[in-house]
């Protein structure tokens, strides 16, 4: 398969070096200082904090052009517009690797709906100047990459792309509820997040007691008002357990390795949250403008 890489970041430097070092055909596209550095040095990139720095010459343009078998899109939600514009004149099939919570409607409306598949990358690290340094996987953090059509089927197409990412030793499961389950993690991410950075920080929330129990009640409320079942189910356990059982449980995830991934200041990652924030809300009511026709 010939593969472009849309988003040269942590996540789509991650996916890209992966797949060029399993063998596939892929390139990665870049912008300004990270098109030069790749360019240069290579993706750079190590395990966790004191790995070893590795250079993997994977094929990097800023203006790709021609046919591509599969496009894989690792962008910020508020970013996801813009990238579309740009793709709607390539060719190949768009698997969206995002945070998304607006349905697979406004994204074919732009490229197609018959080129569009959901996904979400269960990968994770963070950016080190120009060294990508991605978290090592143990058995509690391998968890399987959902990818799936937005009709729910389990297409020839779909069964490529997931054989696919096997062969570059990722793990990854066809989900059918792929809209449900992006949903459903936003509807879990949108709260914490939020609350993570009005606190200053994952530990700051986990000793903030009354801004923690404020965090688990908007969660327990998000979830409960999604439109339909959540998916993956046990997250629909969070919505109806007791904030006395929840927020000792959030506090020893704050102060964990786990979350990491939060630990982070970034302009963009709370212009993520509010765009999720605003793709839920007109989820919900367009929910209830339905149920009262």
């Given at each position: 398969?010939k ?10 430097s ?5 797949l060029?070092?399993a ?11 990270r ?40 962008v ?5 517009d ?42 994770g ?8 340094r991605?978290r090592?996987e ?8 959902p ?48 609350a ?10 986990a ?36 904030a ?10 704050l102060?964990?390795?786990a ?28 929910h ?6």
């Open positions: 398969m593969i472009l890489v849309y988003g040269a970041g942590v996540l789509g991650i996916h890209a070096v992966r060029y070092e063998g596939v055909d892929v390139t990665v596209v870049a912008r300004a200082s098109l030069a550095s790749i360019r240069e040095n290579g993706v750079l990139i190590a395990e966790g904090d004191h790995g070893a720095t590795r250079s993997v010459a994977v094929p990097v343009t800023d203006n790709p052009s021609g046919h591509w078998d599969l496009i894989l899109v690792f910020r939600t508020h970013q996801v813009a990238v579309l514009h740009s793709l709607a004149g390539q060719r190949g099939d768009v698997l969206l690797l995002v945070n998304w919570a607006a349905g697979p409607a406004p994204l074919g409306n732009v490229v197609g709906h018959n080129r569009v598949l959901l996904g979400f990358p269960t990968q690290g963070v950016m080190d100047g120009d060294v990508v991605y090592p143990t058995r509690l953090t391998r968890l399987a990459m990818i799936g059509e937005p009709d729910g089927r389990t297409t020839q197409r779909l069964e490529r792309i997931v054989e696919m990412f096997r062969s570059a030793n990722f793990a990854v499961a066809i989900e059918p509820r792929m809209d449900a389950w992006l949903r459903t993690h936003a509807a879990f991410e949108v709260p914490l997040g939020l993570v950075h009005a606190a200053g920080g994952p530990e700051a929330l000793q903030d007691r009354p801004r923690l129990r404020s965090m688990v009640h908007e969660l327990k409320r998000s979830l409960a008002a999604m439109p339909n079942a959540t998916v993956p189910r046990p997250f629909g356990i969070l919505s109806v357990l007791p006395a059982i929840l927020v000792p449980v959030f506090r020893l995830f102060r964990s390795s979350a990491g991934p939060l630990r982070t200041d970034s302009a963009a990652v709370s212009e993520e949250l509010e765009c999720l924030a605003e793709q839920l809300r007109s989820s919900v009511l367009a209830s403008a339905r149920l009262e026709r």
